[in-house]
C-alpha cells in the first residue's frame, strides 16, 4: 500500500509540470524536466513492481495458510469424532458404576487423543504471521486448556476441542473473504460466550 502511495504521490509532482503556468519554466528548462519525468516514470516503474510482487507473495502466503487450516481442521475432527466415541463407551459402559476415582482411571488409562499436530501449526512462522489475532489468541488459550482437561476432565476437552474447529472454520471463511475481520471476531466472541453459558 505504501509503495501505490509513493506512485500517486510522484505522479501528482510530475502533473505540476504539465500546468500551463509553468509552460514556459518547462521550456526554458527542457533537459532538466526530461530527465527528471524520466527519472520519475524509472521510479513509479519500480515501486510498481515491487508492490505487484508483494501482493502475490500476499496471495500465496494466503493460499497457503487456507491449506494449513484445512488439514488443522480434518485433524481437529479427527480427534473430536474419537474423543466423542471413547466419552460415548464411558457413558454407556462405566458411567453407571461412576465413582470420581474410576473416572479419572478410566480417562487416564484412555486418554482423549490431543491433537499434537495443532500445536505444530503454532510453531510455524506462517500460520501466526498471517492468522488473525482473535482466532490466534482463541486457539492458544483453547489448546493450552485441553492440554491441562484430557485426562481428568474429559468434558472441558470435547467443549474446548469443538470450539477449536469452529475457530478453524470462522478462520478459513475470512481467509477466503467470506466474512470480514469484524464478523470474524463478533461470531467467536459469541460463540465463545455461549461455551461460558453452557459450563456455569
Request: with cysteine; proline share 2%; net charge negative.
Amino acid at each position: 500500500m505504501a509503495y501505490l502511495i509513493t506512485t500517486v504521490i510522484l505522479i501528482a509532482c510530475c502533473t505540476v509540470l504539465f500546468i500551463p503556468s509553468f509552460r514556459q519554466f518547462t521550456k526554458d528548462n527542457e533537459l532538466a524536466c526530461n530527465f527528471a519525468l524520466t527519472m520519475v516514470a524509472t521510479l513509479i516503474g519500480v515501486l510498481l513492481a515491487i508492490a505487484i510482487s508483494n501482493y502475490h507473495e500476499d496471495e500465496k502466503e494466503r493460499r497457503d495458510l487456507i491449506k494449513l487450516l484445512h488439514a488443522a481442521k480434518a485433524v481437529a475432527t479427527e480427534s473430536l469424532d474419537y474423543g466423542q466415541a471413547v466419552m460415548a463407551f464411558y457413558q454407556k459402559n462405566e458411567a453407571g458404576s461412576e465413582t470420581k476415582n474410576s473416572k479419572a482411571q478410566f480417562f487416564g488409562d484412555n486418554p482423549l487423543p490431543y491433537p499434537e499436530y495443532l500445536d505444530a501449526l503454532m510453531s510455524q512462522q506462517l500460520f501466526i504471521k498471517n492468522l488473525s489475532q482473535e482466532s490466534l489468541t482463541e486457539l492458544s488459550e483453547s489448546l493450552i486448556l485441553m492440554k491441562r482437561a484430557n485426562t481428568h476432565r474429559p468434558e472441558l476437552f470435547l467443549s474446548s476441542l469443538n470450539f477449536v474447529l469452529y475457530v478453524l472454520e470462522q478462520e478459513q471463511r475470512y481467509q477466503q473473504g467470506e466474512i470480514s475481520l469484524h464478523e470474524l471476531e463478533a461470531t467467536l466472541r459469541e460463540r465463545e460466550a455461549q461455551l461460558e453459558e453452557e459450563g456455569s
